[in-house]
């Protein structure tokens, strides 16, 4: 195993400490039999390889890599039908906070078309502001 020396403003210390702290004290709210503690430096190598992961995820599914085949057209889709399924949020619902008919919602909802940016992100927060990468799939035809 490699080791790495960082050095941190004192701003940056304290919030990773009671970020770390924070964590702590809910892993024993959810499990008042739980004694162990995480460390700071397992909560910073943690979010590291949380962004490392977010990365790969983007690579896997980026539209325009190089060594994509030229015959292949990626197609951008949403999954916003599942994410408001599993957040149990009706497209009825969505539709009166945004001031439209639930049909054009789900015509979104079932990739029949694209919201344009303003209408995708009042969805991503009606939906709970979901991680982005699990909110957009992209395919091959």
């Known amino acids: 195993m490699r080791e790495v020396t960082i050095q941190l403003s004192e701003d940056t210390f304290n919030q990773i400490k009671e970020l770390t702290d924070l964590e702590n004290l809910i892993n024993r709210h959810r499990d008042r039999e739980r004694s ?3 460390k700071m430096e397992e909560f ?3 979010c ?5 992961e977010q990365i790969k995820h983007f690579d896997a599914i980026h539209p325009f890599i190089e060594n994509r ?3 292949e057209k990626p197609i951008v889709k949403n999954r ?5 399924k599993e957040k149990n949020i009706y497209i009825k619902d969505i539709a009166e906070q945004l001031n439209m008919q639930p049909p054009n919602i789900s015509k ?3 990739n029949a078309s694209q919201p344009r940016f303003e209408l995708f992100v ?3 927060l009606i939906l709970g502001c979901p991680p982005l990468q699990q909110c957009i799939v992209i395919e091959g035809e």
């Open 36 to 38: 162990d503690n995480y």
């Open 44 to 46: 910073i190598i943690g």
């Open 48 to 52: 590291i390889i949380d962004k490392i």
């Open 69 to 71: 085949e030229s015959s």
């Open 80 to 84: 916003f039908k599942e994410i408001a």
């Open 108 to 110: 979104i909802f079932n």
């Open 122 to 124: 009042k969805i991503w």
